[in-house]
């Protein structure tokens, strides 16, 4: 069965994947992937950690073959003082 690698990158930070896990095949990988993904930034975005979380996703001869990228864009709108709310 294929080896998959997931590293992350949160802001600065980036956190290699020197184990990896065995998928069937690279559709499994990709699912998995993008469910990590999503966990993860559901978990950080919200907490201001980073505004964006990419997993880049490595086969087992160590080729990057899929990026997925979390993103938050906040916007803070200010109403007019003289708007009611």
Same mark, same amino acid.
């Given at each position: 069965?294929?080896?998959?690698?997931?590293?992350? $990158? #949160?802001?600065?930070?980036?956190?290699?994947?020197?184990?990896?896990?065995?998928? =069937?095949?690279?559709? /499994?990988? %990709? $699912? #998995?992937?993008?469910?990590?993904?999503?966990?993860?930034?559901?978990?950080?975005? =919200?907490?201001?950690? /980073?505004? %964006?979380?990419?997993?880049?996703?490595?086969?087992?001869?160590?080729?990057?073959?899929?990026?997925?990228?979390?993103?938050?864009?906040?916007?803070?709108?200010?109403?007019?003082?003289?708007?009611?709310?």
């Amino acid at each position: 069965m294929p080896r998959f690698y997931f590293d992350v $990158r #949160e802001g600065g930070r980036f956190s290699p994947d020197d184990e990896g896990l065995e998928f =069937p095949d690279l559709g /499994a990988a %990709e $699912r #998995e992937a993008a469910m990590a993904t999503a966990a993860i930034g559901r978990d950080r975005l =919200p907490k201001g950690h /980073a505004r %964006e979380i990419v997993m880049e996703v490595r086969d087992e001869h160590r080729q990057l073959i899929l990026i997925i990228t979390v993103s938050m864009h906040l916007e803070r709108v200010h109403l007019r003082p003289d708007r009611p709310r």
